[in-house]
């Protein structure tokens, strides 16, 4: 990296803010797809290993051993089958996610005091009515801690996604910072990419907060 | 409001077996009918079956063979999550939802039922103030912000909400201190007074069953039938070697466990205020003869000790801090056996019986409770 070059060259950001605003939404974008997706099927999977609890073992042995796969080798074992796409992108961050998601979401299920859930078969709730009423409200807080790691990885893998032509602020990162030489774009991208994981982590905390009042009551 | 309310609550040679269990069964052949609007107690040591009788009425647990009935009609004919909805149930831990507010979870079942909203608002209120939780204070809080105590009476009106015919309560009051459940014993039973459930009570405490049945159901291992009877009776004539044992040697104290404050004659106490001239407070506790001290009570008639007839002589003004605290204070409720350990333990040997609202009502003396001892069997009203 050429030494003369200034730490930061503001005129670039502000002749490239459209750019930069692109790439940002780039990457809230494929985040918001990733976590979103994700969390649909490892609720549909959370409540299956609910159904048949032989499930558990296997389901948390795959999801863990991939778990254990480096991103960037997992990008790479995608490209002879979905190439240089979103979809590849998409693929692997979904996984991600859906390795914390599912032991999140089974970890707050099973947060619920048995004696809660003895009174609520007792009074005559359907399984249904249990799970939506009652599990689910009060697994809800650990359900979001879960979102928030999810959300908060997410956002770092996508950079990532660049050395496959994707990724957002990373493209930034990688394409115009470390292929060209050019700090300011590192910068840039990591810092907005720093701030996005941050924002969106106390963004998570406070809804958990707003959608759960009774877990922070205590006995005056 | 002093009808029944309840219904006809019998098992028909109910038995469980486990499959894959021992040859015994869990619980075996059991039959007997509790009348509407009793509260029979079932009680054993562990491993007699009663929890598993209990469950067998709301078909938590269903019976190998035989039948359970309510009103005639058997349980196994109606769908589970309907039958549950019409029986109340209240457990040890209580199993408040923490995430609802005490009014909500207090209207859970109500709402199953399809109330109409105004209709389950008014009901929240009227079952909060009868446990005597102001509505206005407690209706919005959450379980957590509830004191233990607090939170067994929100558990057993809500088992109540919806009105039910037969409530069913395991160990309800299993896992509050000794003083509370005193007091939250004594308060069910006043409740039941006016509402007249048939009540399923398990407990593994002879006392407690003692003091809360109309008849008591005593199982023992492998959930055989010992003795089903009213409490005087159990322990006036136990029908084995096992009940005689299970209830205990000092069956003739615990016979005091059935009597109530309210059966004996209460005395009037010599009432004093603070500020109120010596003089007459003195002339009052002479006038009265039978009494050494004199009652110091507060504004509101709250006990707050006695006072020596030494520290009204001379002029001037009864001297609040002169009162000996620690007169022990009952309820109409509490048992004799109760009350006279109360009393036993305190440096007076009187009882201070308050209503509600910790009032002075009378006073209750070791002689009066001596007196109700020697009436014969039967002869002690069971309420």
């Known amino acids: 990296m050429p030494s003369d070059q200034p730490l930061i060259q503001f005129d670039w950001i502000v002749n490239n803010l459209g750019e930069i605003g692109r790439r940002l939404g780039e990457h809230i974008e494929m985040t918001v797809i990733a976590v979103v997706i994700g969390f649909v099927v490892s609720f549909g999977l959370a409540l299956l290993i609910r159904r048949y609890r032989g499930l558990s073992g296997p389901v948390l042995a795959v999801s863990g051993v991939l778990y254990t796969v ?60 249990r799970l939506w009423r009652i599990e689910l409200p009060i697994a809800l807080p650990v359900i979001v801690a879960g979102v928030r790691i999810a959300t908060v990885t997410t956002i770092g893998l996508v950079t990532v996604t660049s050395l496959i032509g994707q990724g957002g602020l990373g493209y930034l990162i990688v394409v115009v910072g470390i292929n060209q030489f050019f700090a300011t774009a590192i910068y840039v991208g990591a810092l ?27 006995a005056e | 409001m002093a009808g029944t309310s309840g219904a006809v609550v019998a098992f028909e040679h109910v038995t469980k077996r486990y499959p894959g269990g021992s040859d015994q069964a869990a619980v075996d052949d059991l039959s007997f009918t509790i009348p509407a609007g009793e509260i029979c107690v079932l009680v054993g040591p562990s491993g007699s079956g009663k929890t598993t009788t209990m469950k067998m009425v709301n078909r938590l647990i269903e019976p190998t063979s ?61 079952l909060l103030d009868l446990v005597g ?16 105590g607090e ?36 308060e069910f039973l006043r409740l039941q007074a006016k509402v007249r459930k048939t009540i399923v009570f398990v407990t593994h405490d002879v006392d407690e069953a003692i003091k809360m049945a109309d008849r008591i159901a005593i199982l023992q291992k492998g959930g055989i039938l010992a ?84 520290d009204l002589q001379g002029d001037g003004t009864v001297d ?33 019986v308050v209503d509600e609202r910790d009032a002075v009502i009378g006073l209750i003396s070791v002689d009066s409770i001596g007196e109700v001892l020697r009436a014969p069997v039967g002869a002690g009203s069971q309420s």
């Open chain 2, 151 to 186: 939170r067994q009476r929100v558990g057993v009106v809500r088992a109540m909400a919806a009105d039910p015919a037969v409530m069913l309560m395991d160990e309800p009051f299993g896992a509050v201190d000794p003083i509370r459940r005193d007091r939250l014993q004594n």
């Open chain 1, 70 to 129: 480096p991103s960037l080798a997992l990008f790479a074992l995608l490209l002879p089958f979905t190439g240089l796409s979103l979809l590849s992108a998409e693929i692997a961050l979904v996984s991600y996610t859906v390795l914390i998601l599912v032991r999140n979401i089974l970890a707050g299920l099973e947060s619920v005091p048995p004696d809660v859930s003895e009174a609520a078969v007792g009074m005559g709730l359907t399984a249904s009515q």
């Open chain 2, 227 to 310: 003795q089903y009877d009213t409490p005087d009776a159990i322990l006036a004539r136990p029908a084995s070697e096992f009940v005689e044992r299970f209830v205990g040697a000092d069956r003739g104290l615990k016979r005091l466990s059935l009597g109530r404050v309210q059966d004996v004659p209460l005395a009037e106490p010599v009432i004093v205020q603070a500020g109120e001239p010596r003089a007459e407070a003195r002339e009052r506790l002479a006038q009265h003869g039978d009494l050494r001290y004199a009652l110091l009570v507060d504004e509101r008639h709250r006990a707050l000790g006695w006072i020596d007839p030494r």
């Open chain 1, 192 to 218: 907005l990419s720093v701030a996005l994981a941050v924002g969106a982590d106390l963004g998570l905390l406070r809804l958990q907060r707003a959608l759960t009042p009774w877990s922070q009551a205590r």
């Open chain 2, 66 to 126: 035989g039948r359970v009935t309510i009103d005639g009609t058997d349980v196994m004919s109606l769908p589970a999550v309907e039958l549950r909805r019409k029986i109340g149930y209240v457990i040890q831990q209580v199993g408040l939802f923490p995430h609802l507010t005490v009014a909500e979870n207090v209207a859970v079942v109500p709402r199953l039922l399809r109330w109409k909203p105004p209709r389950i608002r008014e009901r929240v209120e009227e």
């Open chain 2, 133 to 148: 939780l102001d509505p206005g204070t407690y209706r919005d809080r959450y379980p957590a912000e509830l004191s233990g």
């Open chain 2, 320 to 352: 609040p801090t002169a009162a000996t605290p620690g007169a022990p204070t009952l309820e109409r409720e509490s048992t004799l056996r109760d009350a006279l350990s109360a009393m036993l333990s305190s440096s007076v040997q009187l009882g201070v």
